[in-house]
């Protein structure tokens, strides 16, 4: 009898709105501050981050910086590059985290894909990100009582899209041969990471951007339900 499939999902954006608590904690914050935000819009604080932001997520992915130089650059390079004080960097830095885990929700229809996967097959989290801050969504959603399986880049020591994740996943799980079906928001670490590594990937395509090449692909998280 050959072993039971894995579904392994990403976790934010994915299950855990990521996007809207970032958006609505960098709301708070920005309202926040007003003295040291002066003149700057929201909308443009919110670009630079996020610009600056994905370039230091790239770069600590390829080793070339640590997690304190990330987490500390994430706020003092946009307060440069708008030309406000970055010394405020280590107070918006605070407040900012407080706030993004205020704002936690998630996305529509996880509770239901995930026991759905869990009655079919094995279930697990696959992410990139910080161990604690991963851990602590799952806990405050209670994402373990389907998810059996949690593989962190911090805990592996490699980043979507590197095979090193995938394997680590599939080898928690047993490292049988079976079925492998990963579920995730980004096609260039979710479904490139995944298929290069042997696994059958699904775009969770919620905004209807679109992919660059074929793929399959759902719009709501309920939709996985017929194709698991």
Known sequence: MSAPPLFFFDLDDTLVDHHAAEEDAHRETHASHASLFSGVA???WLAAYRRNNLRLWHEYGKGEIDRPTLATRRFALPLADL???IAGGAAVSAFYIGAYNRN?????????VLAHA??????GILSN??????RAKIARFGLDRWARHVILSEDVGAMKPSRAIFDA?????GGEVRRRVYVGDSFATDVVGAKEAGWFPIF?????????????????????????
Do not use: M, S
């Open 169 to 173: 996943a599939w080898k928690a799980a």
């Open 83 to 85: 030309g406000l004080d």
């Open 129 to 134: 990100g910080f161990r604690q801050t991963q």
């Open 104 to 112: 936690w929700r998630l996305i529509e229809g996880a509770e239901g």
């Open 204 to 228: 969770f395509d919620r905004h209807g951007k679109g992919a660059p090449e074929p793929v399959v692909f759902v719009t709501r998280l309920a939709d996985l339900k017929p194709l698991f």
């Open 118 to 123: 869990a009655e079919l097959g094995v279930v």
């Open 42 to 44: 929201f909308d443009d």
